[in-house]
């Protein structure tokens, strides 16, 4: 993670001097779904100029943003699947994204993160993937009406999907973290890659939290969904092979 280090007390520095130098100091997007890199990490820099404004540390803002996110859910999963929930759920699901992004920036505006930092990030954020497709299904088996009961699967199926995928990443980065720190092999470069970039927009949560603005449309949301549905199980099955051949690849070097 880049850091940015700063010798004045939170608050101290001005909104676009805060905002200026998270804008130059920026960890690498290559290989980061469009929305979270153009859409979303931009909204988080606004957030993390503000909260180091008014003196919030990055845990903090990490459990404001799960607020907003299982809020969100909670609404899913028992308010009525209409256009003003629905556009209420996306707007919830959205800010809560932009501010996920949000507190690892502000803990480089402060000099750093925490492993406590890292930990408690994906914590919430685990929850949030299997509880956001829970909350699906049961929207789906309370208010949409299904052609058939076997359609209850996509969400079940997406979820399956997502909590692999992100399990599998947060494990094969640590791997590769720690036999780098073990080796003292440098971080490798990874190219630019823009076709891989497309193939991972179903995985990009925020195009699924753009999707909940669509809640009230019942057929058109659920096309969109098992439209991401089936795009994320197909991307994760590809990818598992690449994580192994990477594992093994540690494997040999050690």
Not at 176 to 195: C, D, F, H, Q, T
């Amino acid at each position: 993670m880049a850091q940015v280090t700063t010798s004045s007390e939170p608050g101290a520095e001005g909104f676009g001097s805060a905002l200026r130098r998270l804008k130059h100091a920026q960890k690498s997007g290559k290989g980061a779904p469009p929305y979270s890199l153009y859409v979303n990490r931009p909204l988080g820099r606004v957030f993390a100029a503000a909260a180091y404004q008014v003196g919030l540390t990055p845990n903090q803002v990490t459990l404001i943003s799960g607020a907003f996110t299982f809020v969100g859910i909670g609404v899913v999963a028992l308010g009525p699947a209409t256009w003003p929930f629905g556009i209420l759920v996306g707007a919830l699901l959205v800010l809560g994204y932009a501010l996920d992004a949000a507190d690892g920036q502000l803990a480089r505006l402060r000099g750093g993160g925490t492993l406590e930092g890292e930990w408690l990030d994906h914590m919430v954020d685990s929850a949030k993937i299997a509880c956001l497709h829970l909350a699906v299904l049961v929207c789906f088996w309370r208010t949409y009406d299904l052609p058939h009961p076997a359609w209850l699967l996509v969400p079940m199926v997406f979820c399956v999907a997502s909590c692999v995928h992100f399990f599998g990443m947060i494990l094969v980065y640590l791997m590769a973290r720690v036999e780098r720190a073990r080796s003292g092999a440098p971080a490798p470069m990874l190219p630019a890659n823009k076709i891989k970039t497309l193939l991972k927009m179903p995985m990009d949560y925020g195009v699924l939290c753009i999707a909940f603005f669509l809640l009230g449309w019942h057929l058109g949301f659920f096309v969109i969904y098992t439209f991401l549905a089936v795009g994320s199980t197909g991307y994760t099955l590809l990818v598992v092979g690449k994580w192994r051949r990477d594992v093994v690849a540690l494997d040999r070097r050690g």
